[in-house]
């Protein structure tokens, strides 16, 4: 750090951060199942790229967080997305640019990727 500017802006984006983990009745809430069989799979790119795109983004009432195993270690790493007063949705085989499509289509305009979901994944 060379300026009060630079902490300034540590401070802001850590406060982000934060405030992107905490959830009210109105917040629509990302989980990635980090446990050891989805870090394995790559469920740690998949969790920054939430991060990144609801960050970049700037979604309110939105929050990302991780979990632990959620028991279907072969179709990992897994998403739960659950927007209140609708039915959570398990995405699941997910990379960071599926996540990029995710928040893109289902969070922000309300669309269900279908071919993504685990209903795909098992036909």
Do not use: F, W
Request: proline share 3%; charged share 25%; with cysteine.
């Amino acid at each position: 750090m060379k300026s009060l500017a630079e902490l300034e802006a540590i401070k802001n984006k850590v406060k982000n951060q934060v405030a992107m983990r905490q959830d009210d009745d109105h917040t629509t809430r990302i989980v990635v199942g980090m446990a050891t069989c989805g870090i394995a799979a790559g469920a740690r790119p998949v969790l920054n790229a939430l991060v990144e795109e609801v960050g970049k983004r700037n979604l309110e009432h939105v929050t990302v967080a991780q979990t632990g195993c959620i028991g279907m270690c072969r179709l990992e790493p897994i998403v739960e997305v659950m927007v209140p007063g609708q039915e959570k949705v398990t995405y699941v085989k997910m990379s960071p640019e599926k996540a990029q499509r995710i928040i893109s289509e289902h969070i922000v305009n309300g669309r269900v990727v279908n071919d993504l979901t685990i209903g795909a994944a098992q036909e």
